[in-house]
């Protein structure tokens, strides 16, 4: 074969394997997103079942932050060492397990325990596939970063909506137990692609630190890791605000019936998929810096009107417009993580992100006690804005 075809052909090999590690990749971050949603919407079948407080619910949601939080870092240091790819499906099958044990608990203290392994897996995994979907970014040179968590926002979507639409056919022991079956499937049949290729290697990772970056410049480089980081920490307690208090917000303090408070879950989580499916194309309209300042003013605004709307349509608008507005924040700070520093970046961005999550289910518990949930869920606005300064301040920084 001559030399031109010789390359040609490597160069499609090489397009098609690039290709199934994006399906692949996309299809665990939808997943998990499938999966963690089925949780979250009965949340307020668990609290009943286990006569929880709103203070002491938070405390027992703590449990999936802090599994998460304790594990991203390990999840890096097994990333490098034995891949990002293999770890990605072994914590995919740790995921669909462990979401079938918190129905089966009847106290608090026991839900916090279950919610400690459901987090650790959660946790592991979000470092794992975010590691291999930085990876195949810089192989193909195109800020589609986005796309991937948008995957992770239709999965949340889909497993929102079904799960509201089972709320009162299904008890939660036997519609958790059928996510698990179905994130078992989901496993066996996208695993194989990411178990039979190795990430590509970029040729920025090929010199430098261990992870690619200068060592004259390592201090640097942390540094803006954990701006990036605090992005993500903003970002995060937003989303999980929504996750954890959004369902209860709707019934509680509007009167609002089960599947209609499912609902403002599947709304904020379209209005991220939407947002994150336009992602690459804003990115490279804007830059990263502008997506992020962009979007933390819309979340500011949106989240004003989803916390204090006195009608259920107004909140469930503003809970879209927060989507929106969040939706390109959390995956923009951890590529840059990743391009910076590799699996470490990520690990720690994604560590800082989820300290979002750690501090978010307590502090709006205790807020919701103290104030009210409303008032409690107008601290997601506060710290959209947060970002949106972080991001202003540190401009110049961030694009060196």
């Not at 669909?96 to 592991?124: D, E, I, K, N, Q």
């Not at 518990?365 to 804005?385: E, H, I, K, N, Q």
């Not at 947060?386 to 202003?392: D, E, M, N, R, S």
């Amino acid at each position: 074969m001559p030399p031109i075809n010789k390359t040609l052909a490597r160069s499609a090999a090489q397009g098609d394997t690039l290709t199934r590690l994006r399906v692949a990749i996309t299809t665990f971050f939808a997943l998990d997103g499938f999966v963690f949603a089925g949780w979250v919407v009965r949340i307020p079948a668990i609290k009943h079942q286990t006569n929880a407080s709103a203070s002491s619910l938070g405390l027992a949601l703590l449990g999936v932050s802090v599994g998460a939080v304790v594990t991203m870092t390990l999840t890096g240091r097994l990333c490098r060492r034995f891949g990002a790819h293999p770890v990605t499906v072994v914590c995919a099958v740790l995921l669909s397990l462990s979401v079938a044990l918190p129905p089966l608990t009847h106290s608090v203290l026991a839900l916090g325990a279950v919610l400690l392994v459901f987090g650790a897996a959660y946790g592991g995994i979000n470092v794992a596939f975010n590691s291999a979907a930085v990876d195949l970014v810089s192989a193909l040179r195109r800020p589609i970063m986005p796309s991937f968590h948008a995957a992770f926002s239709m999965g949340g979507m889909i497993g929102a909506g079904l799960g509201g639409l089972v709320a009162g056919a299904l008890s939660p022991t036997e519609h958790l137990l059928g996510l698990t079956v179905v994130g078992l499937l989901v496993t066996a049949v996208a695993g194989p692609t990411l178990l039979r290729h190795e990430p590509p290697r970029p040729a920025e990772h090929a010199h430098g630190t261990p992870d690619g970056t200068p060592r004259r410049r390592a201090g640097r480089t942390r540094g803006l890791v954990v701006v990036f980081g605090l992005i993500a920490l903003c970002t995060a307690y937003g989303e999980g605000a929504m996750a954890d208090w959004g369902a209860l917000h709707l019934e509680q303090d509007l009167d609002t019936a089960p599947g209609l408070a499912a609902a403002g879950y599947s709304c904020f989580a379209l209005a991220m998929t939407v947002g994150r499916l336009t992602g690459t194309t804003l990115l490279e309209r804007l830059g990263h810096t502008r997506t992020v300042v962009a979007g933390g003013t819309v979340a500011t605004a949106g989240m004003l009107l989803g916390s204090l709307a006195p009608s259920v349509w107004a909140a469930l608008l503003g809970f879209a417009v927060t989507g929106l507005g969040l939706a390109n924040l959390f995956p923009v700070a951890v590529e840059r993580a990743g391009m910076l520093a590799g699996p470490s970046g990520v690990a720690t961005a994604s560590t800082l992100g989820y300290g979002g999550m750690l501090l978010g289910p307590p502090a709006i518990g205790f807020m919701a006690d103290w104030f009210s949930l409303p008032t409690a869920l107008t601290s997601v606005a506060v710290l959209a804005a947060v970002a949106v300064l972080i991001g202003v301040t540190t401009r110049r920084a961030a694009a060196g």
